[in-house]
């Protein structure tokens, strides 16, 4: 009775208690005819009553999109438009594969997410060529208050792998220890494609290979809470506009959570036409620049959009 009190109006409270109703249990189930016959209200009294009854007693709700903010489960991708694109950035607990052609950003996209979570912790696998070391220092000075006492990649594990047997044993054994010891927000694997397309000639080994490095790099990131993210290579396609896939076929797609696809346009701009700022990214003011796409090509909880961008010295930068 007290909540009723403290709730409902001093008027309506009066003839509510009268009645013999001390719950909102007791309004929420009564109906509107049976509360009017015992209190003598007004149709529009009894509603009011009714909305104030369920207002209090109801849970609150959430839309996912503010469960997803409140849960912090996105790492971000150190551009903010992009992770405007992705809600937030790279999903944690889930495995996100870049692709595209050579050249089309895709391992800078993932040295750019890497430094921005230097901070938090990286893991950086790579199976074709070496860490590009001197690209993620440039990398640092997106940052503010850029150090050049600060060892932005003290917390950057990098590893260099060239086989498939190695990529699955460093998956099921280093890289468990490894965090177990630290907390990294961020995996990345660049290319999940490489050591996959060279040594198989068992096509039904090499997808229960697969099958078992996404599995495991699943459980990996819902165990500790950070994202993965892989590069994968594109092989031709000859339907459709679009002339490319990625590889590694179905066994691989059907364990990817959000795909994203790089590629270049036949647009181009020019120096000239950027913001000061970024025209000072440039080392030659004369030049133009190709314009790249990122496009969203499927995902649980994203829309099929997409952006353009430009590579600078310091990174992705977009472009209208």
Same mark, same amino acid.
């Given at each position: ?138 990398? +640092?000075?997106?940052?503010?208050? $850029?150090?050049?006492? =600060?060892?932005?990649?003290? #917390? ?5 792998? !060239? *086989? ?98 790089? +590629?270049?346009?036949?647009?181009? $701009?020019?120096?000239? =036409?950027?913001?000061?700022? #970024? ?5 030659? !003011? *004369? ?34």
């Amino acid at each position: 009775m007290s909540n009723l009190k403290n709730v409902l109006p001093p008027r309506i409270f009066e003839v509510v208690e009268r009645a013999g109703i001390s719950t909102f249990k007791q309004i929420m189930i009564l109906s509107v005819w049976d509360i009017k016959k015992l209190t003598n209200l007004r149709t529009d009294d009894i509603k009011f009553l009714k909305n104030v009854a369920a207002d209090y007693i109801c849970p609150i709700s959430h839309t996912c999109d503010k469960l997803l903010i409140e849960n912090e489960l996105r790492v971000k991708t150190g551009c903010v438009e992009i992770d405007e694109l992705l809600m937030g950035g790279f999903r944690r607990g889930t495995l996100t594969e870049i692709y595209g052609e050579s050249g089309s950003g895709k391992t800078l996209m993932a040295i750019q997410a890497a430094a921005h979570n230097s901070a938090a912790g990286c893991v950086f696998i790579c199976t074709e060529d070496l860490f590009p070391v001197k690209r993620f220092a440039q990398m +640092k000075h997106r940052f503010p208050n $850029v150090s050049s006492k =600060h060892d932005y990649g003290k #917390n950057v594990y990098i590893e260099h792998i !060239t *086989e498939a047997q190695n990529l699955l044993s460093c998956v099921r054994v280093s890289l468990p220890k490894l965090l177990e010891k630290n907390k990294p927000a961020l995996i990345v694997i660049d290319s999940v494609a490489a050591p996959f397309r060279s040594e198989y000639s068992n096509y039904v080994q090499r997808a229960e290979d697969l099958r078992e490095l996404a599995i495991s790099l699943i459980t990996l990131a819902q165990k500790y809470t950070l994202a993965v993210v892989c590069i994968n290579q594109v092989t031709a396609s000859f339907d459709g506009a679009d002339n490319v896939l990625p590889t590694l076929g179905l066994a691989w797609s059907n364990m990817v959570s959000t795909r994203l696809w790089l +590629k270049k346009t036949n647009q181009s $701009v020019h120096i000239s =036409h950027l913001p000061m700022e #970024n025209r000072e990214k440039f080392r030659n !003011t *004369e030049q133009s620049v190709v314009v790249r796409k990122l496009s969203v090509i499927f995902s649980p909880d994203l829309p099929n959009s997409s952006l353009k961008f430009i590579i600078t010295s310091t990174g992705i930068q977009t472009v209208n």
